[in-house]
Every structure is written in C-alpha cells, then in structure tokens.
C-alpha cells in the first residue's frame, strides 16, 4: 500500500502545473489575432544606435503629447462665435464684448485647474512637434534616407509635415483672439487672390464675409477631429514600414546593405524609448510652465477694425508670410477684374517649394537610373550638390522668417523696414546661390581631407627629425573599421546617353528628355562632384614604405 502510494504521488509530482490566468489571456489572444508570431518576428527586430534617429520619436512623442493636452482642452473650450460680456478672474477685461470662443479660453486659462499650463504645454507641443518633422526630414534628405524602398514614406513624412503647419495654423485661430484674427484676415487675403475662384473658396470656407459667423464652429472639428485622425493613420503607417524595412545605418564596420548593427528592439531599446517619452514630456511641461507662449488676455478679443502691433505666426509659417510682405504690390486689371500677383504668386510659391521637397527623392532616382535598395547612409559629404540644395532651401527658408518679421526686426534693432524689405529681397534670389556654392566646396574640401587621412593617416603632432636633416610630422595609421567607413561609399559613373551614332553609321536619336537627364546627371553627380577616393593600390604604395 505504501508503495502504491509513492508511485501515485510521484505521478501527480510530474504532472505540469495549470496554466495561470495571464497564460490563458495569452494564448486566448494568440489564437485570434496570431500575436505570438508577431512578437516573435518583430519583437526581436535590431535597431542601429544613433543620435539623430532620435529625432524621429522626438515628433512621435510630441505627437502623443499634443493628443493628450488637445483631449484635455476639449473638455473646456466652447467653439462659438456667439457674442457675450465677459465678467470673469481677469479683471482688466471685465465688461468687454467677445465671442464665447475667446472667453472659454480664458476660463481655461484663469479658472480650469491646470488649464493655462495644458494650453501652454499643448502650443509649446505643437512647436516642437513641426521642428521635429522639419530636421528628422532634413536629416532623412542629407543621407538619402528616402532612397528605394522608402520613398512611400518619405511622401508620408512629408504629408504629415504639411498637415502639421494645417492643424497648427487652425489652432491657434479658435481662441479668437486679436493675434489669431490678424492672422485669419491674412489667410483670408491670400485666398482672395486666387483667380476667378478666390472668392467662391473665401466664401465657402468662412461662410460669407470676413471674419463670418460660423468660421469657429467650422474650424473646431477640422482641427480636432479630421485632421488629427488623418495625421495618426499617416502615422501608424509610418512605423509600421519603418518595421517593414531593414532600419537605416551610417557606415561602419560590419554594417553593409543586409545586416543592421545595434540594439534588439525588446527589451533594451524599448526601455530606451519610454524614458525618452517621459523625458520629452518633462522638457515640455517645463516650457509649458516657465515660458509663457500665445498670452491670448494681453493681446484682447479679435475685431475686424483692429490690428495687433507686431503680430507674427508661429515660425512655420514665417515663410509664406515672408514671401508675402516683401513682394511688390503688382496687380493687373483686365476686362473688369483685378489680380492680385503681390499676394498670388508668393502664395502660390510657399506650397510649390515644398512639392518639390516631397518630390525629391523621384526626382534624384530619375537622374540616376538607380533600382537598386539602399540600407547604408550616404555622408553629406560625399553628395555635394544634395547637401547643397538641402542648405540652400534651409538659407532660403531663414531669409523669407526675417522677411515675415520685418516689422520686430525693425523696432528691436532700430534699422529701417524698407531697408530690411529690400535686403529680403536681394537675398531671396543670391543667398541660396551663395549657399549652394560654399556648401559644395566645403563638401568637396571634407572629400580631400577623407582621402588625405585614408592615404596619409592622422596628424600626430609629433615631428620626427630625419637622417638628412628635415623634419616631417609623424601620421599615425587609420583603423581598419575608419577606413573602412571612409571608403565604403560608392562613387558610379553619372548617366550618359552615349555615342550618338551606332557601329553601322546610323545616328541614334535622343529625345529632349534624354538630354536633359544626362546633363542633370552631370551636374549632380559627375566628376565636379566627387573627388575620387583611394584604390587599394595606391594605399599599398603609399603605406609600403616609411612614407611620413
């Protein structure tokens, strides 16, 4: 009897324990949405380490933080134009006529628990929300990161910038204060000016005659509804082809176009990624609470006879607005009708710019012909008129922000605005010129030095006096992986159309486009372009001797 029960107890010793309840969640959740081999296959996924791709979730999390803040201030703000008399905390407007729009933002900003600090933290967001997307893409443009397979989302990319200087302008315009309907009345003006159908569009967007009765309410739904869910399905979308696609590297040693070198994405760079969160969300509530931003009470409700005195839109918007006040005041009248060309074609040239931003990267694969994936990432130097071009629109864009604050570089620097008018000007058409050529020669100056350090070595500091006499300055031996990853860029002959007539005598013909292509081809990537990095035949030579 004793025995037996030693074999049955040593059984149920054996037997497997239940599944806890977490388990059972788990595997209920498997069998339904297949999430294991999800994980499995994805969860593991290698992410390179580097500084700058930090400035992709820096967009991310400022994102996140502008949905949560903008929940929060829905709770609060009454989009209505309706006229009221405000009696509320801040005393200096009391018995002033305004809509109720501006007086719930000041109910949030003086009565709502935490209010003026969400609303701070929420402008403060969105500012840093666009700077974001603007470095993240240009640093995506200065390393040909939108190089196939990844042109879709740098399309996605550039969407969701346009969509952020949208959503931006919309929401600083609901409080309805004076800054905001200065700012209305200027977007107002420039649709004005569209031909034939500027007024329809007027009309139509602010339902009637400016400021309208119902532009708030309109706008309300727009700013937290429509565009907002459009922006989180772009950027979904983005991430989920970041997944798809082997991650972006710089050059180095082991990294090449089918291995990634870095870190596992569970669990070490998710721990990195929220504390990052928590640290972007630290740095912004303390903007948010020791940097006033849009004091929407000192600048009073919005009316159409009035103009606030230096009123600016937020920096992304500093462009077009520049474009607009430094143009001439032209306008052409014919069969009864005025155009406006002073605001029609600067306003035309903001959005055609940043097309031709977004179509970049099929532009550049045009030129070159190039089918081919790339995982590796060029350095600026070695693509002298990109990085060129990159720089150039970048001193395009900071001339046109002073143009748009004219009026505060005037008066804070006691120089005259027709002076800073006509120096905006000037530079708009030789400060990008002039950046693209200095850009490229440094470029190309970073080029020879590259191939002086792979040839030469690094300078030491030490001098070494030589048998004879002379004295020569001792250069240490680059590393293996240093050379390696100043030589591993490719440097392919530009496309040509080639010999005009065949092996028969029989002229071949070219059209127009072909020509084109090949001179763009030439310019971008000829030999003007690049200085020609060391074969290992002459590393060899120049390394097999004591050569100082």
């Not at 700012?183 to 139509?204: D, E, K």
Request: proline residues 6%.
């Amino acid at each position: 009897m004793h025995g037996a029960r030693s074999g049955t107890e040593g059984t149920e010793a054996r037997r497997p324990a239940p599944p806890g309840k977490g388990e059972k969640v788990a595997d209920w959740a498997d069998g339904r949405l297949g999430l294991y081999a999800l994980a499995k296959a994805n969860m593991r996924k290698v992410f390179p380490d580097h500084w700058s791709f930090m400035l992709g979730e820096v967009c991310l999390y400022s994102f996140l933080i502008l949905i949560l803040t903008g929940v929060y201030l829905t709770l609060f703000f009454d989009p209505s134009t309706t006229e009221v008399v405000y009696n509320g905390s801040y005393e200096p407007l009391n018995g002033v006529l305004m809509t109720r729009a501006y007086e719930s933002t000041l109910d949030i900003s003086f009565d709502v628990r935490g209010g003026l600090l969400i609303r701070q933290i929420h402008h403060w967001a969105a500012l840093v929300f666009v700077t974001g997307m603007l470095v993240h893409m240009m640093r995506v443009f200065f390393t040909g990161a939108f190089r196939k397979p990844r042109e879709l989302n740098w399309v996605f990319g550039w969407t969701l910038l346009m969509l952020g200087i949208i959503t931006g302008l919309t929401g600083y315009s609901l409080p309805d204060d004076l800054l905001s309907g200065t700012g209305l009345r200027f977007a107002h003006g420039a649709i004005l000016s569209i031909p034939i159908v500027g007024t329809y569009v007027a009309f139509f967007l602010f339902g009637g005659e400016f400021p309208g009765e119902d532009f708030i309410a309109r706008l309300y739904p727009v700013h937290i509804l429509l565009l907002p869910g459009i922006m989180l399905g772009l950027v979904v979308a983005h991430l989920i082809l970041v997944f798809y696609h082997k991650h972006t590297q710089y050059p180095g040693p082991g990294r090449n176009q089918k291995t990634v070198v870095g870190m596992p994405f569970l669990p070490v760079y998710m721990a990195k990624a929220g504390g990052f969160f928590f640290l972007v969300f630290g740095v912004l509530t303390v903007m948010g609470g020791i940097a006033s931003i849009n004091p929407v009470w000192a600048f009073g409700p919005y009316r159409p006879d009035l103009v606030t005195t230096g009123a600016q839109p937020d920096w992304y918007l500093g462009f077009s607005e520049g474009l607009i006040r430094v143009m001439p005041g032209w306008e052409l009248n014919a069969w009864g009708h005025t155009l406006e060309l002073g605001v029609f074609i600067p306003f035309s040239l903001f959005p055609l710019i940043l097309i031709a931003l977004g179509l970049y990267p099929f532009i550049e694969a045009w030129i070159t012909g190039d089918k081919r994936e790339h995982h590796i990432l060029d350095r600026p130097r070695n693509m002298p008129v990109r990085t060129g071009l990159g720089a150039a629109w970048l001193s395009l864009y900071a001339v046109l922000l002073i143009g748009g604050g004219n009026d505060i570089v005037a008066t804070h620097l006691h120089l005259s605005i027709n002076a800073i008018t006509w120096f905006v000007r000037i530079s708009f058409f030789v400060v990008p010129v002039l950046t693209f050529y200095v850009t490229k020669r440094i470029c190309l100056g970073l080029q020879r030095r590259d191939r002086a350090s792979v040839l030469h070595g690094r300078e030491t500091g030490t001098i070494k006096r030589l048998p004879h006499g002379a004295y020569v300055e001792v250069h240490e031996p680059l590393s293996q992986g240093q050379l390696f990853t100043l030589t591993q860029h490719e440097q392919e002959p530009p496309y040509e159309i080639g010999p005009l007539v065949d092996a028969n005598g029989v002229r071949r013909r070219v059209s127009p486009v072909q020509r084109v292509r090949a001179r763009l081809a030439r310019a971008m990537f000829g030999p003007t372009t690049r200085i020609t990095k060391p074969t290992v035949e002459e590393y060899r030579e120049v390394t097999s001797g004591d050569h100082h």
